[in-house]
């Protein structure tokens, strides 16, 4: 699966268990890892994130103290998402430790990969990869879950850049979707805001087969830069309620 293919992607070199927490539970909290999943083993785990098994078991060990998973022992044992994690929002929400100021860079180095990337890909897309992404934003448009549309939309996101011909574009979208891929997954569970967002892809697709350039740059621009704006609001929405329980 591409979620779990982005959830599991290499670690990069500084505090390794530290990241590893921070993604995974990130993963967990916006339901990209669902209640009762199981995670690899530890062996598994340290092939696909490039680290060692003790850097895992470290990671492993806060995510239990943190109780977002929990180890079962047997034959069919392992180490599993936990459930009523909405009980424990508040204290691990992937947004409350990150500023404003941070979404919204995020949002412009997004835009800044993809909008070229959309750039080259008018240019580039020949008839049939047209067609297969104009059936990625029908998957995105029919998809009815938070995490299923978090899904769609990174599809069709990694196939845009991957369009480009640019494996420097396409390796710098893949990486940065281990970030956003948890955070967009926290706003597609409204209705409203995603029919927005399939009207953007529409506006994308458009200008993609009229070989548009610019139109196709400044669609997925203005995708990019809506969702970063909804990132904030969300963060300021989940600060505020976070601060009202504590007063």
């Not at 008839?127 to 939309?153: C, G, P, V």
């Not at 599809?155 to 420097?168: D, E, G, T, V």
């Not at 956003?180 to 409204?190: K, Q």
């Not at 892809?201 to 969702?227: D, P």
Request: glycine share 4%; hydrophobic share 45%.
């Amino acid at each position: 699966m591409m979620t779990h293919a982005i959830i599991f992607a290499p670690i990069g070199q500084a505090s390794r268990a530290e990241q590893i927490v921070t993604r995974l539970a990130n993963a967990i909290m916006t339901g990209l890892l669902q209640a009762h999943e199981q995670l690899p083993n530890e062996a598994e785990l340290a092939k696909m994130l490039g680290v060692s098994h003790i850097t895992v078991r470290e990671a492993l060990n806060t995510l239990r103290a943190k109780e977002l998973i929990y180890t079962s022992r047997g034959r069919h044992g392992g180490s599993f998402v936990c459930d009523n994690i909405e009980s424990r929002a508040h204290n691990y929400h992937p947004l409350n430790l990150l500023s404003s100021d941070y979404l919204l860079d995020l949002g412009e180095m997004h835009c800044a990969i993809l909008a070229h990337s959309a750039r080259l890909a008018a240019k580039r897309m020949n008839q049939a990869e047209q067609l297969t992404f104009s059936s990625f934003i029908d998957e995105f448009q029919r998809a009815t879950t938070a995490e299923s549309r978090a899904q769609a939309d990174m599809r069709c996101l990694l196939f845009l850049s991957a369009s480009s011909q640019s494996a420097r574009l396409a390796n710098s979208e893949l990486t940065l979707q281990i970030e956003w891929a948890s955070f967009i997954a926290l706003l597609y569970a409204d209705d409203a805001l995603h029919q927005q967002c399939v009207q953007h892809y529409r506006k994308l697709m458009e200008a993609l087969s009229k070989q548009c350039t610019e139109s196709a740059a400044k669609a997925v621009s203005e995708l990019i830069l809506f969702l970063a704006e909804k990132l904030v609001d969300c963060k300021l929405n989940t600060t505020a309620s976070t601060s009202g329980r504590m007063s």
